[in-house]
């Protein structure tokens, strides 16, 4: 997946997150069960849990630092491309295609 495509819509940045953070399988954060079941979605692409063990709910965000970040995943993400240095010819072809910095809500 190119970096480029990431950024094209919240879906597709829920979507890579999920396969990021959950590869080795979904775990209950608080007890470390694998016993999940899925209990819903979100909006946003976000998939909603149950642990089996603790009866627990948590989210793809549950634990991580995008948890109670107002800035969706999208944001977040476009903000770690530009602070890793992605060059002024791929900002302003960014900027061509209508992204914007989410610079004005932090």
Do not use: Q
Not at 2 to 16: N, T, V
Not at 47 to 65: A, E, P, Q, V
Not at 66 to 73: A, E, T
């Amino acid at each position: 997946m190119k970096a480029l495509d990431l950024l094209s819509s919240g879906e597709s940045c829920s979507r890579f997150f999920r396969a990021v953070r959950w590869r080795s399988g979904v775990r209950c954060p608080r007890c470390g069960s694998v016993r999940v079941k899925g209990h819903g979605n979100y909006g946003l692409g976000l998939k909603h849990y149950m642990c089996r063990d603790c009866c627990r709910t948590f989210n793809d965000n549950t634990g991580t630092i995008f948890h109670y970040s107002r800035l969706s995943l999208r944001e977040w993400f476009m903000l770690i491309l530009l602070f890793l240095g992605l060059h002024n010819s791929g900002l302003s072809w960014l900027l061509d295609k209508g992204v914007t910095c989410p610079s004005s809500r932090l």
